[in-house]
């Protein structure tokens, strides 16, 4: 698997970006659940949000729940992010990453995941 970013860059507050995840690999996509991680300068890589295998299980973190969303097209082989009402507090390197042990969840530690995207820097700024 090798995981692929797109989207990203700058926006106003209480603006809106889409991050995309795709596999560019041949391996199997499916069997994975896909998370999202953002990290600052400093900070330790944190939690964003998750989605199952099938798609029916979405945990986010309290910081973007009600205006985050995510979602895969398992067909495309792609992850989605979609993020409305950004803030300030939302800058940061955002990364997708698969999760190799554990179950799905909120807070996941970054050590679970493995196989990540390059990253896409998402500032926002008035």
């Known amino acids: 698997v090798h995981l692929v970013q797109s989207g990203g860059g700058s926006v106003e507050p209480a603006g809106s970006l889409r991050l995309s995840c795709s596999n560019t690999g041949d391996s199997w996509w499916n069997p994975y659940n896909i998370g999202w991680f953002r990290q600052t300068p400093g900070k330790e890589r944190e939690f964003v949000a998750a989605i199952s295998r099938s798609g029916s299980i979405t945990p986010y973190a309290d910081a973007v729940k009600g205006r985050f969303t995510i979602s895969r097209d398992n067909a495309k082989k792609t992850v989605y992010l979609q993020m409305d009402n950004l803030g300030p507090e939302d800058t940061a390197i955002y990364y997708c990453?698969?999760?190799?042990?554990?179950?799905?969840?909120?807070?996941?530690?970054?050590?679970?995941?493995?196989?990540w995207g390059q990253g896409t820097q998402v500032t926002v700024s008035s």
């Open positions: 990453a698969l999760q190799l042990k554990g179950s799905i969840g909120m807070n996941k530690s970054p050590d679970d995941f493995g196989s």
